[in-house]
């Protein structure tokens, strides 16, 4: 398990979640069959979306980002075997960059 930054537009809120450190568990664990990196954070974090989720009426902005549908997660770099390490970043940092419902 690692810590991950959860974004969470519906509510609009980011917050720490802790998910399985292999792609395959966190799909099962948010029910996402495929999660596309949109960004990435000065740090190394990676910022991911659901595909599926792109006609969501839930919308953020990250930075200067286009507009975003659907939850954000930010993971940290693939590691050894290619497992998913912590997010560097924190969830201030995130807060601080994340603009909810943009126009």
């Known amino acids: 398990m690692v810590r991950a930054i959860l974004i969470d537009p519906v509510e609009g809120v980011v917050s720490y979640a ?3 450190d292999n792609w395959a568990d966190i799909r099962r664990k948010f029910e996402m069959n495929k999660l596309v990196r949109v960004a990435t ?7 991911y979306v659901a ?19 659907g939850y954000g997660l930010v993971v940290g770099k693939r590691g050894d075997f ?13 807060a601080s960059l994340t603009e909810f419902n943009p126009t």
Not at 60 to 65: A, E, H, K, P, V
């Open 51 to 69: 595909e599926e989720e792109k006609d969501s009426k839930a919308r953020f902005r990250l930075g200067g980002s286009k507009i975003l549908a």
């Open 82 to 94: 290619g497992l998913i390490c912590d997010a560097l970043t924190s969830a201030d940092d995130v």
């Open 18 to 20: 802790v998910v399985p």
């Open 41 to 47: 954070l000065p740090k190394g974090d990676n910022v």
